[in-house]
């Protein structure tokens, strides 16, 4: 949510933006702002006016009395009185008034980096960086589906007479890797100096509206029926709420958290899911990285929380890429992003498996997040996320670059000590 100081000093900056993002169809929404944010202003300026000529007429009404001038001070009360029909539906006004702007500010993107390349959707996503050197082995790669069948490790039709299609039962050696790679990023972000936590893993809709757009909710979000609990899409929209209304100590910042979750997503749109393995499904399993920061040291983090995910994917031998997203397939609260894609040895190309965000203050103006600066002034946190990963999708790359000819997967050193010592994992 842009702040409304914006809009009435340089509501071109904001149009440039929309533009920018492709989103034309919102710029009526910009004047509608400015007149609705006059207006409002124009109303509480006269309730000012109002309260203040109502406070002077009390003094006033005090001192005839105390003078005997009873019938100036009935007069007067005769004004103060008829004031109030005036006051109160001013203060109504400016309630209304204040709802309005803050509903269509909420529809408004964030205001994108300048270095964000331009471009209509994913398609027009820039690469920026390669680790690690793809290869693809002399063997055939089978389908992830039917690596893990070989160990039997997933339980697809089970899973479809449970619970439907996007779910999954994943047993004995692919299980524990799947719980290993977890473990195993979980310690990785605490060497790096990142804070473990566990949230909840239901939100109230006020959390749910502060850390994302409409369109994300609607197209994500799982309602409780019957109560004001949504469950968590990832864990960032839990942790960044764990600050709402919060006034946080500047000597406290940055606060950098690495949380564990289960993640439940309604995929709208997504077709085929049964025909995609676990590559996109309604539940799954992620570690990931929140940083809540000062404005001026959001950039270093931004690259800071990336580069940690490259770096822990090297560290158990996939080759990974950077892409910068583009304006248009930027969340409406993002100022930047970049993707991390993983090497799939099957496919002979690169596939999404974490994405890092720097919002900017939009969660933080959104939830009250603020930070207490004495000299200057209290002012709004910005907001950082990203995936350190997210299996079953990161096993998808785990078992394609790590599968030998002979059908076993090597388990790369770092991961061992959470597999028991296997070197490998083998055919019963």
């Given amino acids: 949510m842009l702040d409304i100081k914006l809009f009435r000093t340089d509501p071109e900056l904001i149009r440039k933006n929309l533009s920018k993002k492709f989103q034309e169809h919102k710029l009526p929404l910009v004047d509608a702002i400015i007149e609705l944010d006059r207006q409002s202003r124009e109303a509480r300026t006269r309730a000012d006016a109002l309260r203040n000529r109502r406070n002077s007429l009390s ?17 007067d ?65 089978p389908y992830h589906i039917d690596i893990m069948e070989t160990f039997n490790g997933i339980d697809l039709d089970s899973a479809r007479k449970t619970s439907g299609n996007g779910f999954y039962y994943l047993c004995g050696d692919v299980a524990r890797l799947h719980s290993a790679v977890l473990s195993y990023a979980r310690d990785f972000m605490i060497a790096r100096g990142f804070t473990y936590c566990v949230p909840p893993f239901m939100i109230r809709g006020n959390v749910v509206s502060g850390v994302m757009s409409f369109t994300e909710m609607e197209n994500m979000m799982y309602k409780i029926e019957g109560e004001d609990l949504y469950l968590i899409g990832t864990s960032e929209h839990s942790m960044i709420g764990k600050f709402i209304d919060t006034i946080l100590e500047e000597e406290t910042l940055p606060q950098a958290w690495t949380s564990y979750s289960p993640c439940f997503r309604r995929e709208v749109g997504a077709h085929g899911i049964e025909e995609r393995g676990v590559y996109r499904i309604h539940q799954f399993e992620k570690q990931e990285m929140i940083v809540v920061c000062k404005p001026e040291e959001s950039p270093e983090w931004f690259v800071r929380l990336y580069r940690n995910t490259v770096d822990f994917f090297r560290s158990l031998d996939i080759p990974v890429r950077t892409l ?78 790590n599968l030998q000819e002979d059908g076993s997967i090597a388990i790369p050193a770092p991961l061992r000590p959470y597999m028991g010592g296997q070197e490998s994992v083998t055919k019963g």
């Fill in 77 to 141: 009360k005769a004004q103060v009185m008829g004031m109030a029909k005036e006051l109160a539906d001013l203060e109504t006004l400016e309630e209304t008034l204040a709802a309005q702007v803050r509903e269509k500010l909420m529809l408004i993107p964030n205001i994108i980096d300048p270095s964000v390349p331009i471009g209509r959707d994913d398609r027009e996503n820039v690469e920026a960086e390669r680790f690690g050197e793809p290869k693809a082995p002399a063997f055939e790669v």
């Fill in 59 to 75: 003094r006033e009404i005090g001192a005839a009395v105390a003078q005997g001038r009873n019938e100036d001070a009935e007069r």
């Fill in 324 to 401: 910068e997203c583009c304006s248009g397939d930027l969340a409406d609260l993002k100022v930047k992003s970049i993707d991390v894609e993983a090497w799939s040895p099957r496919q002979r190309k690169y596939f999404e498996v974490g994405s890092c965000s720097n919002l900017g203050e939009a969660q933080a103006r959104r939830l009250g997040i603020r930070v207490r600066n004495k000299e200057k002034g209290n002012y709004f946190a910005h907001t950082l996320n990203n995936t350190v990963t997210a299996p079953p999708r990161m096993l998808i790359a785990f078992l394609e670059n």
